[in-house]
């Protein structure tokens, strides 16, 4: 499944290639959030030329709408949306433990209610394995369990051990099974118990290893440390996903420790709110600021919006509430995204990402621009 290519000579940071039924894509990679089987306000033509190779999205969201039997019919759930690459579908484990008042946890499953219409539903290991043989998925994500940032030890051990139960569950209802199928690697912040997690995950062998539960809280330090500790126990000819990782200094961040694949809903989440990323840091493109502002987002960036509109004109359709700015703000966050991937996969290849890294860090403020 996976590919090393080159593997930077000052870093971690390697380059690579995963192949899947429906094509490859190259790694490091950043994976377009289409949660309810869209990228919220983009044709997946829009997303394709802003040159994603992989999109993400959530087998319990479309499992709830519009259920699997009308994509089955559809002919998969690359029909059904009209996306011919790879899609990689999320468990939903995540937004089933954000349902904490509304689900309980058993050995042999999950029970919970439907955020929708309140119908409860229980589903076990082997169904979302089922369901995501359904979707058709390339890469699929066993159910496992998360816990909230901060945790106490106890809870967390019992976290993990449920996750690598239903991993091993899953595992063996996914066998003959043409999509890949990656352990999710839990533990909270306890070293000994993600470090245990890894070990037992990697025993069971899986196509790839996601990091889970980061992104729920933590420092972006300690996020950093778990990545370091967990990165090392995955084996070299396997791919290595985290989870949920989605600021351009974490990704960085990240791909220096060795990390491959990454998603968030940041690029749209942020573009439908009003702020762009740019190389210099984020943009409140409403701030009077920018009334007269007629440069573009981002000089550097050759997205559409870049080349076409000035921020003045982005600021006037998100203050007169036209859906045109939205649009256009979430396409040049996607763009900026995966542009930010070519350029990491770019000085990989050159063994210069550690430069690219200093740089990078320098001319980018987390902070609000002016």
């Known amino acids: 499944m996976y590919t090393l290519i080159h593997q930077d000579k000052n870093s971690k940071a390697r380059l690579g290639k995963i192949t899947t039924a429906h094509g490859d894509f190259d790694t490091p990679a950043f994976m377009t959030v289409g949660t309810h089987a869209t990228v919220k306000g983009l044709t997946f033509q829009q997303v394709q030329d802003a040159g994603a190779q992989i999109v993400l999205s959530n087998a319990y969201h479309v499992f709830l709408r519009p259920g699997t039997e009308v994509i089955k019919k559809a002919g998969g759930l690359h029909k059904f949306m009209g996306w011919d690459k790879p899609i990689l579908t999320d468990s939903g484990g995540y937004q089933i433990f954000s349902l904490a008042l509304f689900r309980k946890l058993h050995d042999h499953g999950v029970e919970f209610q439907s955020h929708i219409d309140g119908l409860k539903h229980f589903l076990t290991p082997e169904d979302v394995i089922r369901i995501q043989e359904t979707l058709g998925s390339d890469i699929m994500m066993p159910l496992d369990e998360c816990v909230q940032y901060p945790c106490i030890k106890d809870q967390a051990k019992v976290a993990m051990e449920r996750t690598i139960d239903w991993a091993k569950i899953s595992k063996k209802a996914h066998q003959g099974n043409p999509g890949k199928l990656f352990g999710i690697i839990q533990g909270a912040t306890f070293e000994d118990l993600r470090l245990e997690c890894a ?73 439908r709110n009003g702020t762009a990323f740019t190389s210099s840091g984020k943009i409140i493109i409403r701030n009077a600021a920018y009334i007269e502002d007629f440069k573009s987002l981002d000089p550097k960036c050759s997205c559409y919006t870049c080349k076409n509109f000035s921020r003045a004109y982005l600021r006037h359709l998100f203050n007169a509430k036209e859906m045109l700015g939205l649009v256009l703000l979430s396409l040049h966050n996607v763009y900026f995204f995966l542009d930010l991937m070519r350029q990491i996969r770019a000085v990989i290849k050159e063994d210069k990402f550690s430069q690219f890294k200093q740089m990078f860090l320098l001319n980018y403020n987390n902070q609000i621009c002016a």
Do not use: H, W
Not at 206 to 231: M, T
Not at 232 to 261: C, S, T
């Open 199 to 271: 070990k037992r995950l990697v025993d069971l062998d899986f196509d790839g290893y996601s990091i889970g539960g980061v992104s729920v809280g933590e420092s972006s330090n300690l996020i950093y440390n778990i990545i370091d500790l967990v990165v090392g126990q995955i084996p070299a000819n396997k791919p290595r996903y985290a989870m949920g990782i989605g600021y351009p200094f974490d990704i960085v961040e990240a791909v220096e420790r060795g990390v491959d694949m990454f998603d968030c809903v940041i690029p749209t989440r942020y573009g």
